[in-house]
């Protein structure tokens, strides 16, 4: 098992940056790849970042394409998604999840194993 913790959310003002930070922990050497997601009230939650866990290859959704980085540190089992130039648009809770193996779907969610709690992200006008 694997279990992930996020942190860093908050509330901030358009055009302004957060960082949010997953911590992974338990068999951490048997991750393919970390992702993020996100989910806005009443909407279903949508695919926002990955990175594979050994070669660091990166994958975005269109909508935050330049402005989101999505890196890890594996020595310290965390994985780390830079967000700027953030629109009102991008408030939604925030999900971190890791995945065993590879799957071409990488942007569904339904190819994510572990998952944490979430941390809310709110863009103010």
């Known amino acids: 098992q694997v279990q992930l913790v996020e942190s860093g959310g908050g509330l901030v003002q358009a055009g302004g940056s957060l960082r949010l930070a997953c911590a992974a922990s338990?068999?951490?050497?048997?991750?393919?790849?970390m992702g993020w997601f996100r989910q806005a009230p009443g909407k279903e939650r949508e695919f926002v970042a990955r990175?594979?866990?050994?070669?660091?290859?990166?994958s975005y959704a269109d909508s935050v394409k330049g402005r989101f980085t999505i890196s890890r540190d594996k020595a310290a089992n965390t994985v780390t998604l830079q967000m700027n130039s953030l629109k009102p648009e991008d408030t939604a809770a925030y999900y971190c999840?890791?995945?065993?193996?590879?799957?071409?779907?990488?942007?569904?969610?339904?190819?994510?194993?572990?998952w944490g709690q979430g941390t809310q992200v709110t863009v103010s006008s």
């Open positions: 338990g068999r951490t050497f048997s991750i393919y790849a």
């Open positions: 999840a890791g995945t065993k193996v590879y799957e071409r779907s990488y942007y569904r969610d339904t190819a994510y194993e572990y």
């Open positions: 990175i594979t866990w050994s070669g660091g290859y990166t």
